[in-house]
């Protein structure tokens, strides 16, 4: 069965820092994962994706993952936050050995909050 | 930008009735979901709808929720007997159903009350 784990439930940082919101998961194969951001009263938005190929991809508004294999790990990150980046931030996965599953399996998400 | 949209925004229904959330999924995909994410925990895969009929449903999807796609742009998600844990946010979601497409457009959501 395949899981994903979001450790943090809230993550600080200030204005123009670095952000990073962490993101570990399990899978019997290759991960499809995904990052998706939700505003209050507001629906999950995509941010990014990592399919195949460079293990550093990068999404809207600024935001990259990098997925590393050996540590099952897809850390959602930025070089420098802004105050509108405070969010809820989900991490989730697709596991495409069970090709007859598309069905998302999401983290319990990560509160981002990026003060002034 | 194309988008998912759902009706109504906040449904407010007594235990035991029925209720009927719709959603309008982006119109060239083929891939139809629903998810629920109850007040404070994680979002939660229910069921998955391809050529007209379920793909995929998820333990939460028993009995009492039915999926059907009654014209070419709609998809309805019914709860037939409503419970107080039913009451959660409903996204519905889709995506492309091709073979590089991976991503699932989510819509805004229906907040169900179940009282």
């Known amino acids: 069965a395949q899981s994903v784990a979001q450790p943090e439930d809230q993550v600080n940082v200030a204005e123009g820092n670095p952000l990073t919101v962490k993101c570990t998961y399990s899978?019997?194969?290759?991960?499809?994962l995904f990052w998706y951001v939700q505003y209050p009263n507001r629906g999950l938005q995509f941010l990014l994706k990592?399919?195949?190929?460079?293990?550093l991809v990068k999404g809207s508004y600024g935001f990259e993952a990098e997925f590393n294999k050996s540590q099952t790990s897809f850390h959602l990150k930025k070089p420098s936050a802004l105050v509108s980046d405070s969010a809820l931030y989900f991490c989730?996965?697709?596991?495409?050995?069970?090709?007859?599953?598309?069905?998302?399996?999401f983290g319990s998400g990560t509160r981002l909050q990026v003060q002034p | 930008e194309p988008e998912v949209t759902q009706t109504p925004s906040h449904q407010v229904t007594q235990m035991g009735q029925e209720v009927i959330l719709r959603c309008v999924p982006i119109?060239?995909?083929?891939?139809f979901y629903w998810y629920r994410q109850i007040l404070g925990q994680k979002v939660e895969f229910l069921v998955s709808f391809y050529n007209n009929e379920i793909s995929e449903k998820s333990e939460i999807f028993d009995d009492q929720f039915s999926v059907e796609r009654p014209d070419g742009s709609n998809f309805t998600l019914k709860i037939r007997s409503t419970k107080l844990e039913d009451s959660a946010m409903y996204f519905c979601?889709?995506?492309?159903?091709?073979?590089?497409?991976?991503?699932?457009?989510f819509g805004p959501g229906t907040r169900l009350t179940v009282t």
């Open positions: 990592y399919i195949t190929g460079d293990n």
């Open positions: 899978v019997s194969g290759n991960p499809y």
């Open positions: 119109s060239n995909h083929l891939y």
């Open positions: 979601a889709s995506s492309e159903g091709t073979a590089n497409s991976y991503e699932q457009y």
């Open positions: 989730a996965v697709r596991d495409p050995q069970d090709t007859g599953r598309r069905a998302l399996t």
